[in-house]
């Protein structure tokens, strides 16, 4: 049985971003992650915005690793080959009423250290020409932006794991025993043992947090509920546009994505099943009819996609970063419910400077390499520029998905990468092939032959996304 | 930059009529781009029969349907390139397409004919309620799979939509040795062919629920369970209607979209029928951009698809002689009552021989007259016993009915009689 110095259970952006901050030192790091990819569940299904950070409540952990994640993140794609725009958000009134609550805002963006600005109706309506007749006003966040969620958390943890750290997907944790200072963490395949055990199980994280001991928090998964409009073509809106924040959180936003496309939503409801991510009618009308209150003429007609993603916000309402009280070496990094995208690089920071530094004392490694290999996306570059590719591998020529305009040698590349594909969810997540107008129409079966072969499978064995997701049931008699 | 009289973006049925008929009427530099490995498109995957009947009043399978023009395509040594997707089109012509032997390739054309067919709308599209797990599958999809390349996607089976494709597949998945428990359409008629319902079907003791839809699917990883409920007039499920199947695979026949977003660049007008807007010559409001086929609109029998292309490619062969004036003073030709949409949408010109419409209606009708009215006068009258919205109407005014055209504005309609 190997000892690691550190297990991290979860792998999607904050697991990814604390075993990329451990791959900098001298010291051996597991990543434990349930699903058959990385970044698979809650980091998988969200807005993808880079929030500026001026509503959180100041004071809160939200409110200071939002604005300090944000800050990270233009490093963070650099280094990590990811795509992000800073287009900033325009948080709309439509109502008097509402233009009051700007005065409130207004101060928590500056206790929070965020930039901001009031834009009046004409401004706005030069920004967003298809904004509501009946928006008054915005507050205008320039420092959000839009992000590539996918590969942020798949280039994160490729990172991580060429710099050393082991991951091992299918495995999910199902009990933690300590003994002599040392956590026997037992997973449906294998026992590990580790010193330091960080918990950053997401929607598993307060089932991961009893394992050891009663905790005085509890987890209550909040589903949202989002349409996807194909990209069309550009412009249609040029900022993230939210309503005014509530209760319920951020509210139905209306943005371009960062592959082009437009996203609508979410709802945000609590749900008692974690495991629950199927959308409804009901839920979806209502989202619409939110957004069309922001933005009237939304083309629906464009719609893709519908899809949830469940948040895992708690009863404290905060993030939740600390060591148990039994355990100091036992780390939970619970509660990472919105901004936690934004927030997760410096979580990683947070987790690193404030427990892990006071626990053990760390060398950093000579040969750490922050950077992945870069990618080569075909859809960024010239003629000129593809044929350089192309000849060099005539398969960057050959033609997969016909809507988001993939190549056969960008899909071989994943398999030349430290965490490959391993479904057609995997390469549609990683490439964008599939994720199209179509919607994987065309090109599925090709993704599934291809996957095959790389996998070395029968084509019976390919699965969607996770392992019993299988595309295929049985061969044709011949 | 290397120059092509004729570029036709699509090799399938459509294309290759086009580039048939624009050889034969003089243009000899064509290049036809097919991004599969094959030309004939669609067609290679259905090996069913039925296809060929107007064209060569015999009954062919999909392949040997296209082989018939594949060969003509040899014959008359037009070039093509297969594996060639287009990336990219500009308005004043300008082709950028992509394989592995040429590269890159960028192309400055005199005309381009779009054939680029169809997709299928999918799951996302509907907001189809329920999971997304694997096992909801197109019925295309579900077709290339064992068609060409042998493999079952489904066992048991639900069919959501009764498109042809969709009771193409019920009949092949049964013959497979699948369980296709029903088909359930959301309208109160179904959307296929009346051939295909009493060979696909009846023959096959599957049941059609009309006016029915899932209202909801169950699976973790696989479809484990469909929920179809009643609907009613307004497309509300019913409470209490519900009907459960156990199954792994939803099948979805849930209507047929044109595959043209390469046009969303060059700001090309487009219709309700998401293809382009097009003229009597074919032509889109892009100067010699022209568009036939399912890309322009969904045709439900291939051999009005051939039709189409070969006219197609006659006007871009006209074109390319110069022999095409538009008018920039055309008569705008509107569906009105009852009628889902009209092609053309617009007329350039009347001085034809004779001008076929092409339209469907909005849902079935008995005894109606199809009227074709230009500023309040009648231009010409069709009856007809039943119209169904699964079979495209083909009207054709002759010259002296479109003498009779003398506003702006021609209107397609029906009346009660």
């Known amino acids: ?478 | 930059m290397k120059e092509v009289s004729l570029v036709i973006i699509g090799g399938g049925s459509a294309g290759m009529a086009a580039a048939i008929e624009a050889k034969k009427n003089g243009v000899d530099d064509i290049l036809i781009l097919e991004k599969d490995n094959d030309l004939g498109g669609i067609l290679n995957q259905c090996i069913h029969n039925g296809f060929g009947l107007t064209e060569f009043k015999e009954e062919l399978s999909g392949p040997e349907y296209l082989s018939r023009f594949v060969k003509q395509v040899e014959e008359l040594h037009i070039p093509y390139r297969l594996n060639s997707l287009v990336l990219n089109i500009t308005k004043d012509k300008v082709v950028t397409y992509s394989n592995d032997k040429e590269g890159v390739v960028c192309l400055k054309a005199k005309a381009i004919i779009f054939a680029t067919g169809c997709y299928e709308r999918g799951a996302g599209a509907i907001s189809l309620p329920g999971s997304r797990c694997s096992g909801i599958i197109t019925a295309g999809v579900a077709q290339k799979y064992l068609n060409i390349h042998g493999y079952l996607a489904g066992k048991r089976v639900v069919i959501l939509g009764s498109g042809d494709i969709g009771l193409i597949m019920a009949r092949r998945l049964t013959l497979e040795g699948a369980k296709v428990l029903c088909v359930s359409e959301i309208m109160p008629y179904s959307n296929g062919l009346n051939r295909n319902i009493a060979q696909c079907l009846n023959d096959f003791n599957i049941p059609l629920y009309l006016s029915r839809s899932v209202s909801k699917v169950i699976g973790k990883n696989r479809v484990e369970k469909v929920i179809l409920s009643q609907v009613d007039e307004k497309m509300q499920f019913i409470p209490g209607t519900e009907m459960e199947f156990e199954c792994d695979t939803l099948l979805l026949s849930i209507g047929l979209i044109p595959y043209v977003s390469l046009l969303n660049n060059i700001d090309c007008e487009m219709s309700s029928t998401k293809g382009a807007k097009v003229n009597d010559y074919l032509e889109t409001n892009i100067d010699g951009i022209f568009a036939c086929g399912n890309c322009l609109h969904v045709h439900d029998v291939v051999d009005f698809v051939t039709d189409e292309g070969r006219e197609a490619g006659r006007n871009a062969a006209l074109y390319i002689k110069g022999l095409i004036k538009n008018s920039n003073d055309h008569i705008t030709v509107t569906n009105g009552n009852g009628i889902g949409y009209v092609v053309p949408q617009k007329i350039e010109n009347l001085d034809h021989e004779s001008l076929t419409f092409k339209f469907r209606v909005r849902k079935p009708v008995n005894n109606v007259r199809v009227v074709f009215k230009s500023n309040e006068t009648e231009v010409a009258s069709f009856i007809r016993p039943v119209l169904i919205p699964s079979e495209m109407v083909m009207l054709k005014l002759n010259k002296e009915q479109l003498s009779k055209i003398t506003s702006k504005e021609l209107t397609v309609s029906l009346e009660e009689r």
């Not at chain 1, 008692?272 to 003429?297: G, I, M, R």
């Open chain 1, 1 to 478: 049985m190997c000892m690691y110095d550190f297990i991290i259970i979860g792998a999607g952006v904050v697991g990814a971003f604390i075993a990329r901050k451990l791959s900098r030192y001298e010291t051996n790091v597991l990543l434990i992650e349930k699903e058959n990819d990385v970044g698979n569940v809650t980091s998988n299904a969200n807005s993808a915005i880079i929030h500026s950070g001026y509503d959180p409540v100041p004071g809160t952990l939200k409110a200071k690793l939002n604005v300090l994640g944000n800050k990270m993140y233009d490093q963070v794609c650099s280094d990590l080959d990811v795509k992000m725009e800073k287009i900033g958000s325009l948080t709309v009134a439509t109502s008097e009423e509402q233009m009051k609550m700007f005065d409130e805002l207004l101060i928590r963006s500056k206790v929070n250290g965020v930039e901001v600005r009031l834009v009046n109706q004409d401004e706005l309506r030069k920004m967003e020409p298809n904004i509501s007749p009946n928006a008054l006003g915005a507050l205008f966040a320039p420092s959000a932006g839009i992000i590539d969620p996918f590969n942020l958390v798949i280039h994160c943890v490729e990172n991580a794991v060429d710099n050393g750290v082991t991951l091992k997907l299918n495995e999910e944790v199902s009990s933690i025993e300590e003994k002599d200072g040392v956590f026997f963490v037992k997973t449906n395949k294998n026992t590990y043992q580790g010193k330091i055990v960080i918990n950053a199980a997401g929607l598993g994280s307060e089932k991961v947090a009893r394992m050891i001991e009663d905790v005085d928090w509890n987890l209550i998964p909040r589903k949202g509920e989002y349409f996807v409009l194909d990209h069309y073509k550009k412009g249609f809106v040029n900022h993230t546009i939210f309503p005014l924040p509530s209760a319920k959180g951020k509210g139905v936003l209306v943005s371009p994505t960062s592959s082009g496309d437009y996203i609508v939503g979410p709802s945000s409801e609590p749900v008692e099943d974690a495991s629950d991510f199927s959308t409804d009618l009901f839920t979806l009308n209502n989202v619409k009819a939110q957004a069309l209150d922001l933005v009237p003429n939304i083309p629906f007609v464009h719609q893709i996609r519908v899809f949830s993603g469940i948040r895992p916000t708690t009863t404290r309402h905060d993030f939740i970063i600390e060591s148990s009280d039994k355990y100091k070496n036992f780390i939970n990094v619970a509660g990472i419910e919105s901004p936690g995208f934004v927030s997760s690089p410096a979580i990683a920071e947070y987790v690193f400077d404030n427990i892990i530094s006071k626990l053990v004392s760390l060398k950093e490694k000579a040969n750490y390499n922050p950077k992945v290999r870069p990618y080569v996306c075909l859809n960024d570059l010239s003629s000129e520029e593809r044929n350089f590719y192309i000849n060099k591998n005539k398969d960057y020529g050959t033609m997969i998905c016909s809507c988001e305009k993939v190549s056969l040698g960008e899909i071989k590349d994943l398999f030349t990468r430290s965490v490959p594909p391993r479904s057609i969810k995997g390469v549609k997540r990683r490439v964008r092939a599939g994720y199209g107008k179509c919607q994987g129409g065309f090109c599925s079966p090709k993704v599934a032959l291809i996957l095959a072969k790389k996998l070395n499978c029968s084509p019976l064995d390919i699965n969607y996304d996770n392992i019993g997701s299988n595309v295929l049931l049985e061969e044709v008699k011949k």
